[in-house]
């Protein structure tokens, strides 16, 4: 891509982590030759959108640049000639996930942003929306790539390459970022003089690490971090840090992802979530009260510059690493990231035109991933029934399917199946009925036949 005079158009501009873009784009203003940062956002939105906005402009007038920003909610003005197009919405806002969390927990299930019944219906909301932006794409800037970092960022980028039919989109994931520093910190090597290969789905990969020497420092890294005598300390701010049992991890013969613990300690994530929730204390309550402050310090008319306080929110990296993305497509810099991308035979145990997140060089005409092969069959399984549950998920929010969407809470391994699997499902359906069309039909019987369900459900969000 040799274009100047770049077009970015960011969906879900009110985010608290627009600052983080804004400041990576600037650290990087000597390779993207930006004219227009086009911030979008809902009517729901607007006054986050004109707080963070206003930060944007000053960050950019502070940094000397004359480059244009615009407020909107207008998305389709936004895509208009756009080069490059970010995606960092939430349907719903940070309510719709305090009831993902809140629900499940009140049955004593998992409740979870991105994982189990949560992250199942963040997916239904999410990916109808994704497809209508690809549609307006189409019309008003055919040539943009999208850059995905909304969550479930693996489902909803599979939707939008297989089911959109958008090529040219990348999901990202901040969680690779931090187990690359990790390696780096433990092992007492710079970060770029290291070798990572990453290979799984999002937030359920796994990754092997080498040094310049050509020597493999993986099991060295599962004794640093999950040895016996360790903390097994995690860098992710925005899940329970349990540690996982060494035993099984030195069995794997590969780094696990954070967010492997509610699969492989499942019972300790879920007895933590509870007390969480017994407290009040959900992590999305948590968040909400962070961002609030957050939206405060975004007020400040002195404040020109992304304040330490955004670290906190749990997706620290994720805007940098967007940037760097941008940066190297439109200048073929071929950086080494962890993309969400087509698999193409890159991991041999799932199917070859599912989204699978695996490393390799980002270059002018998209990512090309390392080839990765096969995984151990303890490893082969659960990913390979984890990818039939994604598939079915975005097969149930596309065509608004509830025997799809029960089948998906059946197979996902943090929902109980069974009475608890349905009245989990029927329960989030009349929780999120806003923002559910395409499941009217389903919802519509709920409430007719299931009086009691709509009251439990209601009585509980009381409680938010």
């Not at 944007?56 to 940094?63: D, E, I, T, W, Y």
């Not at 701010?237 to 967010?259: R, S, T, V, W």
């Not at 009925?433 to 007719?448: G, R, V, Y």
Request: with cysteine; hydrophobic share 40%.
């Amino acid at each position: 891509m040799t274009r100047e005079a770049l077009k970015i158009a960011t969906i879900g501009g009110g985010s608290s982590y627009t600052p983080e873009l804004i400041e990576g784009y600037i650290k990087r203003k000597d390779e993207l030759p930006i004219k227009e940062i086009w911030l979008v956002d809902i009517e729901a939105g607007k006054e986050k959108l004109e707080t963070v906005g206003a930060m944007a402009k000053r960050m950019v007038k502070a940094a000397g640049l004359d480059w244009e920003v615009h407020l909107t909610l207008d998305r389709r003005a936004a895509l208009k000639d756009a080069d490059f197009v970010s995606t960092q919405f939430r349907v719903g806002l940070l309510d719709a996930r305090i009831k993902d969390e809140r629900i499940p927990l009140s049955h004593g299930v998992l409740g979870q942003e991105t994982n189990g019944a949560g992250g199942m219906f963040k997916a239904f909301r999410t990916i109808p929306v994704i497809l209508g932006i690809i549609e307006d794409m189409k019309e008003l800037c055919p040539d943009a790539w999208l850059v995905n970092f909304t969550n479930p960022a693996g489902m909803v980028t599979e939707a939008a390459i297989k089911h959109g039919g958008w090529k040219k989109t990348a999901g990202l994931c901040n969680v690779p970022i931090g187990h690359r520093k990790q390696a780096a910190e433990k092992l007492g090597i710079p970060e770029d003089d290291l070798f990572f290969k990453f290979a799984g789905i999002n937030h359920f990969h796994w990754h092997r690490v080498w040094d310049k020497q050509g020597n493999e420092r993986t099991q060295e890294l599962i004794d640093l971090i999950y040895g016996p005598q360790e903390d097994s300390e995690s860098h992710l701010k925005n899940i329970h840090n349990a540690p996982f049992h060494y035993e099984q991890i030195k069995d794997l013969g590969m780094l696990p992802c954070g967010y492997h613990r509610y699969y492989y300690i499942e019972d300790e994530m879920l007895k933590h979530s509870i007390e969480e929730f017994e407290k009040g204390e959900t992590r999305a309550q948590v968040v909400k009260e962070t961002e609030a402050r957050l939206f405060e310090l975004y007020k400040d008319p002195n404040l020109d510059y992304k304040p330490k306080e955004l670290e906190q929110r749990g997706g620290t990296h994720y805007s940098d690493a967007a940037c760097e993305l941008i940066a190297s497509i439109h200048n073929d810099k071929r950086t080494d990231m962890v993309v969400s991308t087509e698999n193409n035979g890159t991991i041999t145990d799932l199917p070859y035109d599912c989204v699978v997140e695996v490393s390799g060089p980002v270059t002018a005409h998209g990512h090309e991933p390392y080839n990765w092969g096969a995984f151990p069959p303890a490893a082969r399984g659960i990913i390979q029934v984890m990818k039939g549950m994604e598939e079915t998920v975005i097969r149930a929010a596309i065509d608004g399917d509830y025997g799809a969407a029960l089948h998906a809470f059946t197979i996902n391994p943090l929902v109980p199946g069974g009475v608890m699997a349905k009245t989990l499902l029927d329960e989030l359906l009349i929780a999120h009925k806003d923002h559910l069309p395409n499941f009217s039909e389903a919802i519509t019987k709920i409430e007719t036949e299931q009086p009691d369900t709509v009251a439990y459900v209601t009585e509980l969000m009381k409680s938010n």
